[in-house]
C-alpha cells in the first residue's frame, strides 16, 4: 500500500519535504500503559536476522509468535511504544548502493503500510514516544567524505515528512542508539560530527552539550532534563542537563570499556544500571559514583537493557 499524501520523490535528493504545520507540538505526551499482570508478565521483542515477532511470559512458558507474517528480507523490526505495531525496513540493492523503505503492521492483524519507500542509505528508524511517529536517518547532503546522514520524520500514516539536520549540523554515523527520543517526546539527541546535539522534535532549539565523544549509547533520564552516557576515557559515566552542565559518574571498580547498549536509568532517576566489565555483571550505579550494587553475574554479551513496567524486572538480549 502506497503511503498517504506522499509529495517526496524517492528518486531524487531524498530532502524531505518541509511541513511545519504537521510537527510534533512538544506538548507532553502521554503513552498509553501497557496492559501488565504482576503474575504473569508478557514481554513482546522482535528478532534481528528475521524479523519475527514474539511474545513470552516470565513463569517460563514457549515464546508464541504474533501476527503478521514479515517479508524474509525485513530487517531492524522494533515494537511500537504502545505495543500494537511493528516497524521493519526493507533493503534491495547492494552494500555499496542501496535503497531501504519502511513498513508498519499491526501486530493483531495482516494489515500494513509502507511508509517510506526506497530512500537511499536509510538507516535505524525508529518510534517516537507516543507511537505516532518515525525518526529515521537519510542523506542530507555530501562531502568529500561522502553522504552526509541527516536526523528526519514522519508519521507512520506516511505523511508530515520534514527533515531535522542538515549538512551543516554534521554526519550521524548509523551505529545503533547513537539517536535517542526523550522520554516525553519533546527532544531529539544525537551525536554528529563527534557532538552530543539535542533539538526540539519540532525542528527548533537545536544546541550542543558536549564535544569529542565515542558513539556510544545514550540515555534519558526519566523526566527528559538529562542525557547519561559512557565516558570517553572508560572509567565512568557521564551525565549532563539541558543547560551543558556535566556530572561524572565514577568509581574505581567501575569499568565501561566495550559495553554499547548496556545503559538504563532506574525508573526513579536516582540510580544508573550498567554492565560492569570488571565484574561481568550487571550493576546499579548511585548517581553520586559512591555505591555499585551488583544485581547478577553473565559472562555473555548483555544489551539492550529496559525495565519492565513496574520497575522490579529487568529485561535483556543475551548474546
Excluded at 512538544?26 to 503513552?31: D, E, M, R, V
Excluded at 496492559?35 to 508464541?64: F, H, M, W
Excluded at 552526509?148 to 548509523?174: A, Y
Amino acid at each position: 500500500t502506497q503511503a498517504a499524501n506522499r509529495t517526496a520523490n524517492p528518486d531524487s535528493t531524498n530532502t524531505p519535504v518541509q511541513a511545519v504545520d504537521a510537527r510534533p507540538s512538544n506538548t507532553p505526551l502521554i503513552t498509553p500503559t501497557p496492559t501488565y499482570d504482576p503474575n504473569s508478565p508478557v514481554i513482546v521483542y522482535g528478532t534481528e536476522k528475521t524479523c519475527e515477532v514474539k511474545a513470552i511470559r516470565l513463569n517460563g512458558y514457549q515464546a508464541l509468535s504474533l501476527a503478521p507474517t514479515l517479508p524474509a528480507n525485513c530487517t531492524a523490526a522494533r515494537i511500537s511504544p504502545d505495543g500494537q505495531k511493528v516497524l521493519y525496513s526493507i533493503q534491495e540493492g547492494n552494500l555499496e548502493d542501496f535503497t531501504r523503505s519502511v513498513e508498519v503492521a499491526s501486530l493483531f492483524s495482516n494489515s500494513s503500510l509502507k511508509v517510506l519507500d526506497h530512500i537511499r542509505y536509510l538507516y535505524l528508524p525508529d518510534w517516537s514516544p507516543d507511537s505516532q511517529w518515525l525518526s529515521y536517518l537519510s542523506i542530507v547532503g555530501a562531502d568529500q567524505g561522502g553522504p552526509i546522514l541527516g536526523l528526519n520524520l514522519i508519521r507512520v500514516d506516511g505523511s508530515g515528512q520534514f527533515q531535522l539536520t542538515d549538512q551543516n549540523d554534521g554526519t550521524i554515523e548509523p551505529i545503533s542508539d547513537v539517536v535517542a527520543w526523550s522520554p516525553d517526546g519533546n527532544w531529539l539527541a544525537f551525536i554528529a560530527g563527534g557532538k552530543l546535539q539535542v533539538l526540539r522534535s519540532n525542528g527548533t532549539g537545536l544546541k550542543t552539550l558536549a564535544e569529542d565523544l565515542r558513539l556510544f549509547t545514550l540515555a534519558w533520564s526519566p523526566d527528559s532534563t538529562r542525557i547519561a552516557y559512557f565516558a570517553e576515557d572508560e572509567t565512568g559515566i557521564v551525565i549532563v542537563d539541558l543547560q551543558g552542565h556535566q556530572q561524572l559518574v565514577e568509581n574505581p571498580a567501575l569499568d565501561t570499556q566495550n559495553f554499547d547498549e548496556n545503559l538504563v536509568w532506574a525508573p526513579d532517576g536516582s540510580s544508573l544500571v550498567a554492565y560492569n566489565g570488571n565484574e561481568d555483571a550487571m550493576v546499579r550505579i548511585r548517581l553520586d559514583g559512591a555505591e555499585i550494587t551488583p544485581l547478577f553475574s553473565e559472562n555473555a554479551f548483555v544489551h539492550r537493557i529496559t525495565f519492565l513496567p513496574d520497575g522490579r524486572w529487568l529485561a535483556f538480549i543475551e548474546t
